[in-house]
């Protein structure tokens, strides 16, 4: 049964969708149209959240994993009246005035096209990339659990949220969905709602050009609590199969609902027309005519829709928020230092002694692999940020990504408060629950081989877009892979992640740069973070002075992306004569280099650029001062493609190092095969 009061508001959804979707001359009516029911019971009776405490860190969140839908998310939030966040607490303003709405996809509304996380208050992901919202809905579920498991006591809950997410067909065909409901299912997030929008509609038609397995099924064979509801605007069968979700307390829950894309419209639903094109004036009313609205009226919200929100998600989030709260003041009492460190972690910040363990590293010409420096300093890190959480897809033995002091641990729902997490050979979904845990202010990692990158890249974009602090440790950094050949060994990889705007990309030359970059991730706040470290031992270079280990800190250079590492000056001109510039694995090769060069009577700079990003952010001044325009001879070392380099190299200058793929052997044959050698450092800069 659905009342007079409740198909007013959820008539209230569709009509602004329409309007808005009209005005703008572009979006995606049909969606938000068909949900509308769906939405309004989930924020309106189901929903743990308080509108006027949308930074409340244990309400539930809401995914909507189809962006497109967008005027769906934004309908509700305006009828909602959910307060906007300013620098985390209420802005005294609403999130979606009906002015934003009015101007859907215009510039500076807070209704773009998509939503996105950080600019509208109650858009808890960004969607659009159909796939990851759901993924990342998986690390939300997760990251409730684990906070629950860590801070809990005495039968007492701080943390316990749900996760709901509302997605599509294009959802259900991306494989980051397989992967990341596989995973769901089988760690048992009992906390986790799907529900399907099953309107068998995408863009070039019928599901049935392209989709035709049993959803349901496959969602069962994962594990998974699946319900089925015939039509979406039954809220009772959506109540039935919700109570479902609630009494589920082992298996994720998926909910299938049939809809029909543009309900309401006379000569668009269940047609494909709907999905991303305006209704058009003369059919928004008939709509409007047909769903019983004054045809006439455009952005109309009726007082009794406002209404029945206040009465629904308002007045039960105040309350829910008022007993939270109440919880939370006692649970601090009884757990003074859980409440602290919880607090800190809620705030984004570090805990006194974070980096108390992360010692420096001698000078040692053997040394060690980048990764195996960084599984040391991850562990040093970890030991002492007990929310920094996560695990590799598959590959930790080699990664180094496992967290091995002792309580460490493996999350499970069994162990929730487990620090290592097992993705499986799952890259995409990996980086999706990455980016999800990180959304509730874990300080979330995850690892692969570097090449694999790849597979992930779409989530490592939507951590740039969101700017959420993820770290990705990223092994096996070029052709110093060795035997493994081409399909292992990464070459434009450096580069093509550099491409991506506020990825810092931090390839360390040795252990203590390692140190520094770890430290950089702990303080970062808004920027990802890829650390590309070698699978080969590498040496650690002498950089204080000798018998002095406190007379510089280590690396500290790396902060700013690039720095002279050692220098040598021409008394003549106080310049170097060559300035030799290289990342990671390269750069001792630039060391040795340096010496031959010297003994021939030139006198060569060398640079480690860790980051060329952070480098590219630094002052004129600093910049010039490591790179002095006058010194126009320069060599770059890099084990992958050139692209990124020209800004430093300028046109006289000289690359080294990768213009096509690998090939199988011992990396040290490879460095020569390549050319990518102290030798020939030399001589591109002597202009051999
Ligand atoms: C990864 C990705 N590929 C393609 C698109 C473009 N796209 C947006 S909506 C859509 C169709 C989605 O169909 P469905 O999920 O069934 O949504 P409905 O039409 O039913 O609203 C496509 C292909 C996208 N947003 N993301
Ligand atoms: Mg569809």
Redesign the pocket.
């Known amino acids: 049964m659905t009342t007079l009061a409740e198909n007013l508001a959820i008539n209230t959804i569709r009509t602004l969708s329409m309007d808005a979707v009209q005005a703008a001359n572009s979006g995606?009516p049909?969606?938000p149209m068909a949900l509308a029911p769906v939405g309004y019971l989930l924020f309106n009776e189901r929903m743990k959240y308080d509108p006027a405490h949308p930074h409340w860190a244990a309400r539930d969140r809401f995914v909507l994993s189809?962006?497109?839908?967008s005027m769906l998310l934004y309908s509700l939030l305006h009828l909602s009246g959910v307060e906007q966040l300013k620098d985390g607490v209420p802005a005294g303003e609403k999130a979606v005035p009906i002015e934003h709405i009015k101007r859907f996809r215009q510039m500076d509304s807070r209704c773009p096209g998509h939503p996105e996380f950080g600019h509208t208050t109650g858009v808890e992901v960004t969607t659009?990339?159909?796939?990851q919202g759901v993924a990342m809905s998986v690390g939300m579920a997760v990251g409730s659990l684990w906070l629950g498991g860590k801070y809990d006591r005495g039968g007492k809950k701080t943390m316990d949220f749900n996760v709901y997410a509302l997605c599509?067909?294009?959802?259900m065909m991306?494989g980051v969905s397989s992967e990341a409901a596989s995973l769901a299912g089988h760690l048992k997030l009992a906390n986790l709602c799907w529900i399907y929008?099953d309107?068998e509609?995408?863009?070039e038609g019928d599901?049935s050009l392209a989709f035709s397995e049993e959803v349901g099924r496959r969602f069962e064979a994962y594990g998974w609590n699946v319900q089925r509801v015939a039509d979406a605007n039954d809220l009772d069968a959506l109540r039935k199969a919700l109570d479902s979700f609630d009494a589920e307390k082992e298996r994720p829950t998926m909910i299938i609902v049939k809809s029909v894309?543009g309900y309401g419209s006379p000569n668009k639903a269940g047609s494909?027309d709907a999905?991303?094109s305006p209704l058009g004036e003369e059919e928004i009313r008939l709509t409007k005519k047909n769903l019983g609205w004054d045809e006439n009226a455009k952005f109309f919200v009726p007082s009794e829709a406002y209404e029945i929100f206040a009465q629904g998600i308002g007045a039960r989030g105040a309350k829910q928020y008022a007993q939270w709260e109440a919880e939370m003041k006692a649970f601090g009492e009884e757990f003074p230092a859980e409440a602290t460190e919880l607090q800190k972690l809620l705030n984004g910040e570090l805990p006194d002694g974070w980096d108390e363990k992360m010692a420096r590293w001698p000078a040692d010409a053997k040394g060690t692999a980048t990764r195996n420096s960084s599984g040391k300093v991850l562990n040093q890190l970890a030991e002492k940020l007990p929310w920094m959480i996560g695990g590799s897809a598959d590959l930790a033995p080699s990664n180094k990504s496992n967290l091995t002091f002792a309580g460490a641990g493996d999350f499970s729902v069994e162990t929730p408060a487990g620090r290592n997490f097992h993705f499986g050979i799952r890259e995409f979904a990996m980086a999706a629950v990455t980016n999800g845990l990180a959304t509730i202010g874990i300080r979330s990692y995850c690892a692969t081989f570097f090449v694999f990158a790849d597979y992930l890249r779409a989530a490592a974009r939507l951590s740039c877009i969101m700017e959420l602090p993820v770290l990705y440790i990223l092994t096996h950094d070029s052709i110093g892979v060795g035997e493994d050949g081409p399909t292992h060994q990464p070459v434009e990889h450096l580069a093509s992640l550099r491409a991506m705007p506020n990825m810092v990309v931090m390839r360390p030359a040795d252990a203590n740069e390692v140190r520094q970059a770890y430290k950089f991730f702990a303080n970062e706040k808004r920027r990802p973070m890829c650390l590309v470290l070698t699978r080969q031992d590498l040496p650690t270079l002498p950089r204080c002075e000798e018998g002095n280990p406190d007379s510089c800190e280590c690396a500290i250079g790396l902060w700013k992306g690039a720095y002279i590492l050692r220098d040598s000056l021409n008394p003549a001109t106080g310049l170097p004569d060559v300035i030799l510039m290289a990342s990671g694995s390269e750069v001792h090769l630039c060391l040795s280099a340096q010496k031959t060069l010297a003994a021939d009577g030139i006198f060569a700079r060398v640079v480690s650029c860790p980051s060329l990003d952070l480098f590219a952010d630094q002052p004129e001044e600093y910049r010039e001062s490591v790179m002095p325009k006058a010194c126009r001879r320069r060599v770059a070392v890099e084990a992958g493609v050139e692209q990124g380099w020209c800004t430093y190299l300028g046109l006289d200058g000289k690359f080294i190092g990768m213009r096509g793929f690998g090939a199988s052997a011992p990396f040290n044959q490879l460095y020569e095969h390549f050319g990518i050698t102290a030798e020939n450092v030399v001589k591109k800069a002597k202009g051999e």
């Open positions: 995606h049909g969606t189809c962006g497109h839908a659009g990339p159909l796939g599509g067909d294009g959802d991306e929008d309107n509609i995408t863009i599901t894309i494909h999905h991303g």
